[in-house]
């Protein structure tokens, strides 16, 4: 098991937060499934999935045994579109690929977390909003109850949702803060860097610490994120697959 450095003891004799295992971001949506976000899954055998009204992402163990990907088939049905990570993007025969992309997984390490005062957290009233703003600037998969996943923030200038950040995928110990999206009009101002500050600072407040995920070719993405204080971890490949017809 790989594990975080353990936190030096204070002057008090106390230490802060415990080791945390990296290993779980290897396959982030399993743990994830397997603990903090348990009521959203569904499962069939060996595979899991969000409720497709939360999330389009799915999961299998680490190794896929035999028949993962046949459970997962099961699991969704045919004809399927659905979002895979971690470490199996290498689809069966039968199956489609209907979009695949690389990416970066970054870990927050220097980020200099704290809220911001001007942020409101939105609800499902909101969801109408975001969504709206989703279509618009296309920071990944949002879905009608993507919102319940965590806390996300938003900014808004004249009573319109301009800018939001929230927290998607939960492997233990970690918090993935997702959908970091401004609109056109209102870019250059700082609002997303902002709104990853304020969301990483819920996260250390309940005791986890921030990961993100990044399309490689989002340069100008990594770029605010590294000034930020993340660093890229690991590169991972993002799969949009569809199960057989049959």
């Known amino acids: 098991m790989t594990t975080t450095p353990a936190p030096a003891p204070t002057e008090s004799g106390d230490t802060a937060a415990p080791a945390r295992d990296v290993a779980v971001l290897d396959n982030p949506a399993w743990h994830a499934l397997r603990g903090a976000h348990r009521r959203f899954a569904q499962e069939h055998g060996l595979a899991l999935r969000y409720d497709p009204e939360v999330s389009p992402f799915v999961a299998l163990p680490d190794g896929a045994p035999a028949g993962a990907f046949d459970d997962l088939a099961a699991l ?16 069966p025969d039968g199956w489609a690929i209907g979009w695949a992309g690389d990416g970066v997984q970054m870990v927050a390490v220097g980020v200099d977390a704290q809220p ?3 942020a409101v957290v939105l609800g ?3 969801v109408p909003e975001m969504l709206d703003l989703v279509d618009r ?4 998969p949002f879905r009608p109850r993507t919102v319940e996943l965590g806390t996300y923030l938003g900014i808004r200038r004249e009573g319109r949702l301009v800018a939001m950040a929230g927290e998607r995928m939960r492997p233990p110990g970690w918090t993935e803060v997702s959908a970091v999206c401004t609109d056109p009009d209102h870019r250059g101002q700082g609002l ?14 309940r005791g986890d610490e921030a990961i993100l995920h990044a399309a490689s070719a989002n340069e100008d993405a990594i770029r605010l994120y590294e000034r930020l204080g993340f660093e890229v971890r690991r590169p991972v490949r993002f799969v949009v697959a569809r199960t057989p017809e049959g």
């Not at 969704?76 to 689809?91: A, F, I, Q, R, S």
């Not at 860097?193 to 407040?205: D, N």
């Open 76 to 91: 969704v049905g045919p004809g399927v579109e659905l979002g895979l990570t971690g470490p199996l993007t290498d689809v």
């Open 137 to 140: 600037t296309q920071p990944g």
């Open 124 to 126: 499902a009233a909101d």
């Open 116 to 118: 911001d005062d001007e």
């Open 192 to 205: 997303a860097a902002r709104l990853v500050r304020a969301v990483a600072h819920g996260v250390r407040e």
